[in-house]
């Protein structure tokens, strides 16, 4: 798959609109203007900083850097303190995303995709969205809706198979969710499909047997073919700040996750988090949320990230 494109940047710069406002917006008034950068504006800065949950190692890290500089500078303007804050944003979010592979689908067929996350993250829909992606890439595939805990899973899955234009593999409710899992995979092996999508049921991590349900879609998904799942996604909502940070390294106890899905971006001021979760989870971000629309799930390419951001 072509990774880039899929990249719409207008959607990122939309989708992140809340967040620039009250990240960027508010950081170019503090220091409009300003002949020289001095204490309080600096103290003004952090603030902002944290205020959109960037975390307080971040934001500290970033100030640190932003006061070395201007004293080596003989301007102290604005302009170095954007460019400073810029460049460090980036590197975070580099430094936790160098190892994204493009994805090897043309080297394991089916090319299995897992999605697991905590109730109303958003895993239904990045299924439908990313359904969509890979059949606009000419890819055949196949969802199974391994959410039997939930009665109304099912309808909301088969209609995003229906908008994206995707088979799917469905069971009962209260159904053994590894049943459908197996019935998905060997469809996808018989029937010559390029990519299976396993819908899971919302699961929090207080659930002890809901997350060894887990375990044992892994055993099942094992069972046809050892290589696979060739990713396990992580599906985060952007809103729930901090405690995505937990629910990753709860999540790593009873799955082998290989990246990340945050979500909801366009609905929070607060994107910021976004920064911490690099800093915090070595787990590549793969793909952002930036609405509810079929095309709303962009490739996450950290330089575009922060120029949508100071855009
Ligand atoms: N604005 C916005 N809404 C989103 C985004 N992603 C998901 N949603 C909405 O979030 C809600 C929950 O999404 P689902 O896909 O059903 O979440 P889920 O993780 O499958 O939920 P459970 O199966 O109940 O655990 C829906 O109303 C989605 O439309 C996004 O990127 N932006
Ligand atoms: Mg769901």
Redesign the pocket.
Known sequence: MSILKSISFTKIKDGLSKTREKLIGKINEAITGKAKIDLETLNEIEEILLSSDIGLDTVEIIIDKVKTSLKNENSRSEETVKKVIKSELSKILEAANTKIDQMSLSKFKPYVILII?V????????IGKLAYNFRSEGYKVIIGSA?TF?AA?ND?LEIWARKAGVEIIQGKTGADPSSIVYNAIKTAIDQNYDIVLLDT??RLHTKINLMQELKKMHTTINKLLPYAPNDVFI?LDATTGQNAIYQVNEFKKYSTPTGLII?????TAKGGVIFQICRENKIPIRYI????EID?LQVFNPNEFVNALFE
Do not use: F, H, I, Y
Request: no cysteine; net charge negative.
């Open positions: 996350g109730n109303g993250a958003g895993k239904t829909t990045s959410d939930r899973a909301q049921a919302g599906v979500n909801k971006l366009d609905g949320g930036v609405g509810e709303d």
